[in-house]
Nanobody
Framework: QVQLVESGGGLVQAGGSLRVSCVASGLTFSSYVMSWFRQAPGKEREFVAGITWAGGTTYRTDSVKGRLTVSRDNAKNTVYLQMNGLKPEDTAVYYC?????????????????WGQGTQVTVSS
């Protein structure tokens, strides 16, 4: 049974930092593209960042790329999203997702497995 379990969310002031993590089990982690999506209140879920098995990355926008960094540790079956310079508009539930790839898709329908999400709240 495949499981993706996120952790590390919380409440932070604007300008602060958080690192969210996602531990995968039940799949060959190193074979999967891993991505982060987020869903803000009243909005659709959107792609944030993704990383291939070899470490290639894609980000939603240049502004996100400058503040958020996706990484993975295949030995620990874990993908991370380091978030710096957080803004109130980054408030959302953050989900990790796994796709067989090989390329990073920004479309959620392409993803095979999802975590339950972790809440990130940025206060102004």
């Amino acid at each position: 049974q495949v499981q993706l379990v996120e952790s590390g969310g919380g409440l932070v002031q604007a300008g602060g930092s958080l690192r969210v993590s996602c531990v995968a089990s039940g799949l060959t982690f190193s074979s999967y593209v891993m991505s982060w999506f987020r869903q803000a209140p009243g909005k659709e879920r959107e792609f944030v960042a993704g990383i291939t098995w070899a470490g290639g990355t894609t980000y939603r926008t240049d502004s996100v790329k400058g503040r958020l960094t996706v990484s993975r540790d295949n030995a620990k079956n874990t993908v991370y999203l380091q978030m710096n310079g957080l803004k109130p508009e980054d408030t959302a539930v953050y989900y990790c997702a796994a796709d067989r790839g090989p390329s990073i898709s920004t479309y959620e329908d392409e993803y095979d497995y999802w975590g339950q999400g972790t809440q990130v709240t940025v206060s102004s």
